[in-house]
């Protein structure tokens, strides 16, 4: 059996070099976090190579429903799962943080359809994230790969689209080196999960 230790070493081996490649694509930071119970927590950063920076986030725990890395692996969720974490308490970070059950059932339901979601500001205000959801084998979210950056430049106007791209198709890259694959598993991602 497979440490969690060993484990999360494994991912973060596979996730590193396509953090090297997505910070040097987009020009800001990318980051690799894991699914910890209700919460992700960054185990890897490659920091933006620009002289205006955040904070290195790697050991942060933040809840699920703080911000888009954290909604993105609540999509890959039954309702049942949902239901649980929604019912609970709310941690309120800032004024752009979302704690209404309904907005963030909302979010979920666009994450599930787009499997890649831009938040701006929901944990830490003046901070814009695109995230999305790296599968295992099994189905399951393992982990969220995102980028980020202040909000003042991140993203450029008429780029998140193409930034939501390039990061879904590394998370799908990743997930697939973990053994997900769309054909061989029913889609995490869809309505009917």
Not at 3 to 8: N, Y
């Amino acid at each position: 059996m497979v440490s969690t230790t060993d484990s999360t070493a494994s991912l973060e081996s596979i996730a590193h070099p396509h953090l090297i490649d997505l910070s040097e694509e987009l020009d800001e930071a990318a980051c690799f976090s894991i699914v910890s119970g209700d919460d992700t927590i960054t185990v890897d950063q490659v920091d933006a190579p620009k002289p205006i920076q955040a904070e290195n986030w790697t050991g942060t725990r933040v809840p699920m429903h703080a911000g888009s890395a954290g909604i993105v692996v609540m999509a890959t969720w039954d309702d049942r799962e949902i239901d649980r974490y929604l019912a609970g308490n709310l941690a309120t970070f800032n004024d752009n943080t979302i704690t209404d059950p309904g907005k963030l059932r909302s979010r979920i339901r666009q994450a599930r359809v787009r499997r890649v979601l831009w938040s701006h500001g929901e944990y830490v205000d003046g901070l814009s994230s695109c995230s999305s959801p790296v599968i295992g084998g099994s189905g399951r979210a393992l982990g969220v790969l995102y980028v980020y950056g202040p909000t003042f430049r991140f993203p450029a106007e008429g780029d998140a689209d193409r930034i939501a791209a390039v990061v879904l198709n590394r998370a799908e890259r990743i997930s697939a080196e973990l053994g997900w694959s769309q054909s061989s598993y029913p889609d995490p991602m869809s309505e009917a999960s």
